[in-house]
């Protein structure tokens, strides 16, 4: 039965080796377990059992904290592009961006493509209001969106101007093209 599904189904039959390491884990903890159930008036067992209660907890209270954290995400800024000098309210579409948070942006061109982004100074920064930010382009350029929440609520009202760039979460899969009036098609007809 075995050789007929390797030959109709090929090699998708066997096992996943990805399976044995979970049950061993399993079979090992289960032995362990049992040894201490035996042994759980022993001062050593009452130690260890313990110390792996706080490691437990440290480990789940980080790896909340890490998990929200890294879960931020920017799926989409709309509009994909705006006019410099002209005033705009971009929208940002994402995961656990919360208002009252710094949005500043980083250029591309002139900056974030030569060199590390962290070395890049953060422009154009404000706060994060009913999904969106309003700002003000002066240089023609590509923004790169970035991220600051002040975790600290006793640090009072951070200005957005006085953030390092390294403080920043930046999601440079994301741009915002900032384009001259001029490369408006009919910009003459207007003037």
């Known amino acids: ?4 599904c390797i030959e109709s189904v090929s090699l998708e039959c066997l096992v996943n080796e990805d399976l044995y390491l979970p049950l061993a884990q399993f079979v090992f903890i289960v032995i362990v377990a049992t040894q201490m159930v035996l042994r759980f008036y022993s001062s050593r067992v009452k130690s ?10 440290v480990w789940k209270w980080y790896g909340t904290q890490e998990s ?22 971009v929208l940002l579409d994402g995961e656990n ?47 790169i969106p970035c991220y600051y929440e002040n975790i600290h609520e006793d ?3 951070a200005q957005p101007t006085n953030i390092a ?3 920043y979460e930046c999601f440079e ?17 207007h003037n």
């Not at 039965?1 to 007929?4: A, E």
């Not at 061109?109 to 422009?123: F, G, K, L, R």
């Not at 741009?175 to 001259?180: A, D, Q």
Request: proline share 5%; glycine share 6%; net charge negative.
């Open 97 to 143: 961006l919360n208002e009252g948070a710094h949005i500043g942006w980083v250029p591309y061109w002139s900056c974030a493509q030569h060199s590390s982004i962290i070395n890049c100074p953060v422009v154009h920064a404000s706060k994060l209001s009913q999904g969106g930010v309003s700002v003000t382009f002066t240089d023609v350029d590509e923004y």
């Open 155 to 157: 640090a009072g009202d």
């Open 173 to 189: 899969s994301q741009r915002l093209i900032v384009k001259h009036q001029k490369s408006q098609p009919g910009w003459s007809l």
């Open 165 to 167: 760039t390294h403080m």
């Open 48 to 57: 260890v059992i313990f110390l792996l209660f706080i490691g437990q907890y």
């Open 1 to 4: 039965m075995f050789t007929s």
């Open 68 to 89: 929200f954290q890294s879960s931020r995400k920017l799926l989409s800024i709309e509009p994909n592009f705006v006019f410099a000098e002209e005033p705009i309210f």
